[in-house]
Each structure stands twice: as C-alpha cells, then as structure tokens.
C-alpha cells in the first residue's frame, strides 16, 4: 500500500524518513495542534509551496529546465480561480470553471514557450522565461479593470469554505470546526494527492527518460528519443501542477494579487527552497518549502533577537535585521549549490 | 640515433566517457615531415588535440625537448614552439586576413621579410590581405591557417588533413609549399587521408587504428609496400586512389 | 565542402562580403514609422530622443554583459547588481558634495558626474573580479548551476546593499547643468537625455576602436569567434576572460550611475529590474555580438517609448513582441556570432 502510494521511491534515510513523517503529521493535525490563525496561514502556504517547489524540481532537477516563469503559472491558477469567484457567483462550478480555464491557459502559454526556445540552449530558455514572465506580471497589474491591478481581487469563496461556516456544532479537541478548518484540509488532501501524483509521475518510464535527458541529452537522442518533445511535456506538466498550486492559493487566501503570486521574489524563493531542499528528489521539495516558510515566519524573529542582543556593534546588528533573512538563505543557496548540490536531501541520504 | 623532438608514450585520452586514445606510442624526429596517417575514427585528430593540450591526457607521458606537455596548459604548450592547424582551421572569420597574422605573431607586427616569403608560397594572401577571412574560400582558409602557423618560426607544426575538401590545382599549390617549408627548421608532423599527398612529403610514418599506433617507420618504404598499405589502410585507401 | 572549378584557383577574387546594412536600417525605419502614429512632431522628437537615451544607458549596461557570454559562454544572471551597486556609488559623491551638486557651474557639475562615474566604474569592477573568482569560476562550463550560482550572487548583493544603505530609497537629482529641458522648436527635450545620448555614443565609440584597432580587442573578438584557437595561439584567454568580466562590470557600474540620475530614486532591485529589459536586447542583438546590442538596445528603448506614449498598458508586452517578431526573422538574433 505504502509501496504504492510513494511510487517505490522511499526515503532511503531514517533522518530523512523521521524529518517526512514529522511534516506530513504536524501539517495533518495542524488545525488542532497549533489553533491561531497565523500557524494556520503558515501551514497551509507549507501545503501549497510544497505543490508548486516539487513542480518547479521536475523542471529543474528533473529535467535540467532552467525557468523563470513557474511563478507565471502559479499565478494563472490563482488569478483564475479567483477571477471567476470574483465576477460570478461564490459556487464550486466556478471554482472548477476558473481552474479548467486556468489550465488551459497555462498549458497552452507552456507549450508555446516550450517549442519556441526549448529546443535552444538552457540559458536562451532561462533569458526568455525570465523576460516573459516579467511582461505577464506587468500586463497582470496593467489590466486593473480585469485584475484590480496592484491591489488584486478579494472574493467570496463556497459556503463551505467560509470562516462563518460549522461543519457540525461542537468542538473537536477544543477547536470549532470551521469553513476555514475545510478549506485547510482541502489544501491538504489537494496538496497531498498533487505531491504523490508528482512521485509518480517521476517514477515513471516517462521520468527516467527526462532524467536520461537531463544526464545526457546527446547520449539520449542517439538512443532514439525526441528529447524536444519529452522536454516539452514536461514543461507543460511542471506549469499544470503550477495552476494547481496556485488555485488552491486562491482558495486559501480568499485573496489573488500579483505580491502573492506573480512577484519576481517568489520566483527566487522558490529557486531557493529547490536548491537548499535538493535538486531532483520530491521530498527535497517538501523540507526546502517547509525549512523555507518557517524561516521566513519564525527566523524573523529569531533575527530580530539576535540584531537586539548585538546593538552597538558596527554592522552586526544591520546584517541580523529581520528583514535581512534572506541574505542569509542566499548564501546559504550558493553554498548549497558548490558544495552539496543534491541538497539536504542528499546530504542525509548519504550518511 | 638523435633523441626525437616529440615522443609520446602509453597516451590514453578520455573525451566525456568515451575512451579515445588506448596507449598511443610514438616519436617524430627532428626535422622534416611525419605523416599520421589512419582511417576515420582512428584517433588522428584527438592525437594532436592531445599533444595541443586541447585535450587532456589521462595517462602517458608527451615529451617535447624533455618538457612534458601533458601538465601544461594549451597557450603554454604554443608558447614552446608548437603551432596547430586544426581540421576546421580555427580561422577568425570576422577578422581581416592581416589581423588573423597579427594575432599569430608574438612580436608587435609580423617580419616584413617572412610576410614576403609566405605570400611567396600563397599569393591570395597578399591579394586578400585587408579582406575579412570570412570571405576566402575553402583553399585560402587553409592557406591562413597554414600562414598563421609559420608567420614566427616554430620548432614544430601539428596539421590537421591540410587537403581536406580541396580541389586538386589547390593541393598541388599545398605540396610546393610544404616542399619548401621541408627547407626550414620546422618539424612537421602532419595527419592525412590522401594517400597521394602523404606519400608526396612524407620522410617519417605513423600509422593509426582504434586509438593505437599500428605501424611506425619510413614513408617510402610503406609507399612500396601494397600489402602492408593494404592490411593497415584496408579499404578507405581504394576509395583515395 | 569546397568544389572550385580550377579556373578559380588560389587568387581568384573570393565573393564580396556584404555588410548586413537591414539591421542598421531598423532603427531609422522604426522612428520614421512612428512619426505618423505619434502625430505631432514635437512629441515624436521629444519621444525618440527619450528612447535614444534610454537605448545608450541600456547599451552601456548590456554590453559587458553580451561580451562576457560571447567569450566564455558564461551568462550572469547577477549582472544587474553592478548596475544597482554603480548608482547607490553615486551617493558617496553626491551627499557629501551636495554644494557641487547644486553649485551654478558648469564645470563643477561636470566634476561631480565624472567622480561618481570614476568612483563606480572602479567599485563595480573591483567587484566584479571578485564575483568571477568567487561565484562564476568554480561553476565555469555548467550552465544549470552557472545559473543558480549567480542568482545567488544576486541574492546576497542585493541584500548587502540594504545592509549597507538602508531599506529606505535614496533620492538622488542630477546635477545643476542637466536639470531641466531645452526647447528644440516644440519639442522640449530634457538636458539629461541629450548628454545621456552623448555619453552612451561616446561609450560605443570607444568599445569600436578597442575591438578594432587594438591587439587586445582583436583577441576578444576571436575568442569569441573561437577560444580554443586563440589559446593554440599561445595567448591565456582566462586572463583575457577575467579582463572582460571587469570591464564589463565597471561598464554595468556606469550605466548604473546613469540610470541612477535618469530614475532619480534609487532601490536596491533597481538593477535586477532592468536586467529583464537588458536579457531581451541581448537576445535580439545575438548573444556576443557588441554592435547587435547597441542596435537591440535603441530598437527595445525606442519600441518601448513609443507604445509607452501610444499605449500605455501593453508597453513592456511589445518588447516581447519585437523579440518575437526578430527571432522569426533571425533567429539567432540581428547579429549572429560565427561560432566554430
């Protein structure tokens, strides 16, 4: 049964296994075990980063793809759900309508960009995702009539999934079961049943002819495989689990912008969550988003402690700024990249 | 017998994972012309690539004058007196005839009395000389690629199939000035498939197949030999008759 | 594979090289082609010179950039922190001259440019050999971690600059001598565009003469045609490579230092922000190509300015359109480099 769901592909380390098991637990009770709503908030972001960082790996460690547009279509799934809630009514046909349209769109752009520069070498493609996705924001907060612009949309979502919402009366372990408490184990199960399709489909034959690609694309095509046509569909697939990720964004937030979805930033932060979690493994994607999310919610903190504790040096206290967390992970990320390359999942595979 | 200029011993290159040269063992002689002859595939090309330090080798030992090559880098190799004529020719096609010269020169500007002796041997270059090389054709690129080697003195030339593509009245011009290059201090050594060529210019031979050397000794004595041509060109030789 | 008859033997005229004169032709045709839609041509004059501006400050930080990638096939994705590292270098001039700044003098205002681009170009290319040695040369021929790693270097500069400067935006006004515009008939054209254009001009006429008139441009330009042979030359071109990784970072420095006066405002993103606009006019140019970036750069600016002005919401959409529509033409750009 488990040998099924995880594809035959275990994690190969009782570190690594413990470190899974504690995310999948902790973010299946997390309702419950930490009530509040900015726990709530981080866990459900964990959720749908986990989705759309294991995407972004079947492109880039996966696949060898270097793209700059995954937050492009992380954003369509959101703008798509979100749009459609927003002009009709606060039904699931509309949610469904949104996310089919989203897709669509999505994996037509994908395939479209795909054959154009994916044929060319890595950094064309890297140059031209970058420039693209760049337009798509500009256009997205341009078109305020269609998107609201900078401010993005606020809507209403199904009566099930509204905060004022009781699935029964009662408490279960002194939490009220709420619309809010639906719409996280939605995100969830979604997240959860996206990540083990994701498993799968890395385990395919199709996978192992992406990473014989990715080793050797010369080798690969003498052997008799339209390396174009394997890279394509992969960048369609990567930008369908994108739109996923980012309508179950949308349902969560109740809330699409382009700050929250199509920002150069979270680009970056998801090249960093890949990298630090390890390229090519799906369960680096899932400890880079979670060690990720916490950081950028609890290092913070931690920073700003720290910053207090050193005032009066010169420098020190400017370079523990809570805001300057990133410059943290950003060193982190490239010494990631010289010296442990396959990430902290490689890194506890190996002992 | 005098200690050889360049002498290789259990070569062994590696290109990615494909494994080249098997223990490549031989030595040119100082002075004149030796040929490396073999068919397609027999490691020619990735022999000078490895004495030019292009690649690198992953076992065996390339002396030249008692330096050994395999540990240094390519500019420092060319900077013993080594010059290389590759197979594509490796010219500058956005340069000018005369600029492809001025980069081969060590010196500020090439010697105007050698300038004159190399348009002895290729005229076109003369013509050409303010031209961009892209323009030349296939002959007077080769005809650069060769100026460029020989615009300073070096103690030994690498030339990759100097006659590939060439029309005949072109080659013939090659074999005259490799005739009076023959007359300077050069040491030549100097891969080919034309057989005809080869046997023309060559005083030393070495002939290749799957990475190894499978015969050293003198050009005319091989020219004389049918069967020994025969069993170690095989059939590609018919085809270049 | 050459078939000559043999009556065209060895010194028979090869054929005349053509020079690509179409690309040139664009930019012209461009403008012209816009002095009907824009309508008046006041605005048109004013319009074009704006995009011409932008164009050369554009050029200025790509050229390095198209350059480093022509040599060693290196592309730094973190090229836009020398462009935002030269502007903030303009506040170590500015704040503490401000009187120089603000003084009526010609001269002085002059003075005051030269020392920040001066101080920036060094700062930018002392840096900038510190990130080769650093970031790009233990990832030299990978493409995938090339990427990363520089990014990353991007990331942690980026992040220095906050550090060192503060999260606030710094206003930074030009000069005394480059406030303001002059009347050209109609048109007002503002003083800082006209010596943005003479700078940037002034920056391609000197890269031209040392790519051709100089032995060290010589060897750039043939490492970027073929590497290998200029090292079976006898010359280091790691050496040259990390020249050039300098220059060009000084030159993103200088550009940084332009745009820095041009925007007024500065933020540490700034680079980062214009390196969209910089990767597209590298691609249209034909990566490697210094002359196929300084016409990528006017047509990008110029396109930009003018549907800026015709059509507001689709302006940077067009640049991606005109990239499109130059690599159905060209796919390899207006300027392909000859390689091996």
């Not at chain 1, 930033?265 to 960093?272: E, F, H, R, S």
Request: proline residues 4%; hydrophobic residues 55%.
């Amino acid at each position: 049964m488990l040998t099924q769901l995880l594809s035959g592909d275990f994690p190969r380390s009782r570190a690594l296994t413990a470190i899974l098991i504690a995310i999948f637990v902790l973010l299946a009770l997390a309702p419950f075990l930490f009530p509040g709503t900015k726990p709530l908030n981080v866990a459900a972001k964990i959720c749908y980063f986990i989705v759309l960082v294991a995407s972004y790996d079947l492109l880039l460690g996966y696949t060898g793809i270097v793209s700059f547009a995954h937050t492009m279509f992380f954003g369509i799934g959101g703008y798509g759900v979100g749009l459609a809630l927003y002009n009709w009514d606060a039904s699931w046909l509309a949610v469904l309508a949104g996310l089919v349209v989203a897709l669509a769109v999505s994996i037509v752009l994908s395939l479209v960009i795909g054959l154009v520069s994916l044929r060319v070498r890595t950094i064309f493609f890297a140059m031209i995702t970058l420039a693209v996705a760049s337009a798509f924001a500009i256009l997205a907060s341009q078109l305020s009539s269609l998107t609201g612009g900078e401010d993005g949309r606020s809507f209403s979502v199904p009566t099930l999934l509204r905060p004022s919402f009781r699935l029964f009366e009662g408490e279960v372990l002194g939490v009220a079961f709420t619309g809010r408490i639906v719409v996280y184990y939605l995100v969830f199960f979604l997240s959860l049943a996206l990540f083990l399709t994701m498993i799968r489909i890395v385990n395919s034959p199709f996978g192992r002819v992406l990473q014989a690609i990715r080793e050797n694309t010369f080798r690969a095509e003498a052997i008799g495989y339209r390396t174009v046509v394997y890279r394509t569909i992969a960048n369609c697939l990567g930008a369908g689990m994108a739109t996923m990720a980012g309508a179950l964004m949308a349902l969560w937030l109740r809330y699409i912008g382009p700050d929250t979805s199509l920002s150069f930033a979270i680009m970056i932060d998801i090249l960093l969550m890949v990298v630090i979690g390890g390229m090519g493994t799906m369960y680096g994607a899932a400890i880079g988003a979670t060690i990720f999310i916490l950081a950028q919610n609890y290092l913070q903190s931690l920073m700003g402690l720290a910053s207090k504790s050193l005032e009066g040096l010169p420098l020190l206290p400017k370079l523990l700024h809570p805001d300057r967390w990133l410059l943290w992970l950003g060193v982190l990320f490239i010494l990631s990249v010289y010296f442990f390359p396959t990430g902290i999942v490689g890194k506890l595979r190996r002992k | 017998m005098a200690e050889p200029l360049l002498s290789l011993s259990g070569v062994n290159t590696k290109i990615g994972r494909y494994h080249i040269l098997h223990g490549v063992d031989f030595a040119v002689p100082k002075g004149g012309i030796t040929m490396l002859l073999g068919r397609n595939g027999a490691g020619k090309t990735t022999t000078l690539r490895t004495i030019m330090g292009l690649w690198r080798a992953a076992e065996g030992s390339i002396r030249f004058e008692g330096t050994d090559l395999a540990r240094l880098s390519t500019p420092e190799i060319a900077r013993l007196g080594i010059a290389y004529v590759p197979e594509n020719m490796g010219i500058f096609a956005d340069l000018t005839v005369r600029e492809n010269l001025v980069l081969a020169t060590r010196e500020r500007a090439p010697d105007p009395r050698r300038l004159q002796w190399i348009f002895g041997l290729f005229p076109a270059l003369e013509k050409f000389y303010a031209l961009a090389a892209g323009a030349l054709s296939g002959g007077q690129k080769q005809m650069l690629s060769i100026a460029r080697a020989i615009i300073e003195p070096r103690k030994l030339m690498l030339v990759d199939e100097p006659t590939k593509g060439l029309a005949p009245s072109i080659i013939r011009n090659m074999i005259a000035a490799f005739r009076e290059l023959k007359r300077t201090e050069t040491t030549i050594l100097l891969v080919e498939q034309n057989f005809m060529f080869a046997e023309s210019l060559g005083d030393g031979v070495a002939v290749m197949d799957d990475g190894k050397i499978r015969h050293t000794g003198a050009m005319q004595a091989l020219a004389a030999d049918r069967d020994l041509q025969q069993r170690l060109l095989g059939l590609h030789l018919d085809a270049h008759q | 594979m050459t078939t000559m008859p043999a009556a065209r033997s060895a010194t028979a005229a090869p054929p005349a090289i053509k020079r690509d004169w179409l690309p040139i032709l664009l930019v012209p045709a461009l403008a012209a082609a816009a002095l009907p839609l824009v309508g008046s041509f006041p605005g048109w004059l004013t319009l074009t010179v704006a995009g011409l501006a932008m164009g050369m400050m554009i050029f200025i930080m790509a050229s390095g950039l198209t350059l480093v990638f022509g040599l060693m096939d290196v592309l730094n994705f973190g090229h836009g922190v020398f462009i935002s590292i030269g502007a903030f270098a303009v506040t170590l001039i500015v704040l503490p001259l401000a009187t120089l700044v603000q003084a009526d003098s010609v001269l002085m205002n002059v003075a005051v440019l030269l020392l920040c681009a001066v101080v920036a170009m060094v700062l930018t290319g002392a840096l900038g050999w510190a990130f080769e040695r650093a970031i790009v040369r233990p990832v030299y021929g990978q493409h995938l971690k090339q990427i990363l790693v520089t990014m990353g270097g991007m990331i942690v500069a980026e992040q220095l600059i906050h550090v060192l400067w503060g999260a606030d935006p710094i206003s930074v006004p030009p000069p005394e001598a480059f406030r303001g515009s002059v009347l050209i008939g109609e048109a007002a054209i503002e003083r800082y565009r006209i010596l943005a254009v003479a700078v940037g001009l002034a920056v391609f006429a000197a890269m031209l003469l040392v790519l051709n008139r100089t032995k060290i441009g010589l060897l750039i330009r043939a490492g970027v045609e073929n590497g290998e042979m200029v090292e079976a030359l006898g010359y280091r071109i790691r050496r040259l490579f990390v020249g050039v990784f300098v220059a060009g970072s000084a030159l993103a420095g200088l550009g940084g230092v332009m745009w820095a006066f041009y925007r007024q405002t500065l933020t540490p993103g700034m680079g980062m922000e214009v390196m969209v606009l910089i990767f597209i006019v590298i691609i249209v140019g034909g990566l490697g190509s210094v002359g196929g970036c300084f016409l990528g750069s006017l047509l990008v600016a110029l396109v930009a300015n003018y549907t800026g002005f015709l059509a507001p919401k689709v302006a940077l959409g067009s640049n991606i359109l005109l990239m499109v529509l130059i690599l159905m033409w060209r796919p390899q750009g207006l300027y392909p480099v000859a390689k091996r």
